[in-house]
Nanobody
Framework: VQLQASGGGLVQAGASLRLSCAAS????????VGWFRQVPGGEREFVAV????????YYADSVKGRFTISRDKGNYTVSLQMNSLKPEDTAVYFC????????????????WGPGTQVTVSS
């Protein structure tokens, strides 16, 4: 499975962005898919995950109520709608498939694609 994140950009605080994670094939639908973000010199931080079955979602406390993760199984994509963006949301955002274990742990994920930069100015 190959993943490609897109949709990042430079926006002002309070604006919205929609990130997309596109996959190369149907096996993508077998996995829960998570979004993580990382700032230079920092650890990869859990943002949100959506499960492979009924699509249960979980969010980091820092984005709860502002971000929404969703998936389109027919098009092998997972999206992250980001509203009310804050400067502290600035990071490179990555998507990946969950292989098992704890959802918030990036070591439990694979098939990482290249990230997409999100920059929020104050």
């Amino acid at each position: 499975v190959q993943l490609q994140a897109s949709g990042g950009g430079l926006v002002q605080a309070g604006a919205s962005l929609r990130l997309s994670c596109a996959a190369s094939g149907r096996r993508f639908n077998w996995y829960a898919v998570g979004w993580f973000r990382q700032v230079p010199g920092g650890e990869r931080e859990f943002v949100a995950v959506i499960t492979e079955g009924v699509g249960t979602t979980y969010y980091a406390d820092s984005v709860k109520g502002r971000f929404t993760i969703s998936r389109d199984k027919g098009n092998y994509t997972v999206s992250l709608q980001m509203n009310s963006l804050k400067p502290e949301d600035t990071a490179v955002y990555f998507c990946a498939c969950h292989f098992g274990g704890r959802y918030f742990n990036p070591r439990e994920y694979g098939y990482w694609g290249p990230g997409t930069q999100v920059t929020v100015s104050s």
